[in-house]
Nanobody
Framework: QVQLVESGGGLVQAGGSLRLSCAASGSIFSISAMGWYRQAPGKQRELVAQITRGGLTNYADSVKGRFTISRDNAKNTVYLQMNSLKPEDTAVYYC??????????????WGQGTQVTVSS
């Protein structure tokens, strides 16, 4: 069974930084893409950033220049460095793994979410 475990969320003042981590575990052969989504109260879940196995990235316009996504393929881990945080970045952040090849086949997975709160 594949699991995604996130860490690194918390409370930070506006202008501060946080680093999120997400580690995928299980009998994994490879992961096509990994990403971070977020969902604020009363809003739909939205893509924040995504990175392919080869390192290609894309970001939501609202976080470009402030957030950086990276991954360690050997560790099946993805990171999100968040700088210059704003109150509007407050949300539950979810890790997403796409095209996960494991002994169970190929599937997509979500993490359980980690709360990020930015105070003004």
């Amino acid at each position: 069974q594949v699991q995604l475990v996130e860490s690194g969320g918390g409370l930070v003042q506006a202008g501060g930084s946080l680093r999120l981590s997400c580690a995928a575990s299980g009998s994994i052969f490879s992961i096509s893409a990994m990403g971070w989504y977020r969902q604020a109260p009363g809003k739909q879940r939205e893509l924040v950033a995504q990175i392919t196995r080869g390192g290609l990235t894309n970001y939501a316009d609202s976080v470009k220049g402030r957030f950086t996504i990276s991954r360690d393929n050997a560790k099946n881990t993805v990171y999100l460095q968040m700088n210059s945080l704003k109150p509007e970045d407050t949300a539950v952040y979810y890790c997403r793994a796409l095209g996960v090849r494991s002994i169970s086949g190929i599937d997509n997975y979500w993490g359980q979410g980690t709360q990020v709160t930015v105070s003004s």
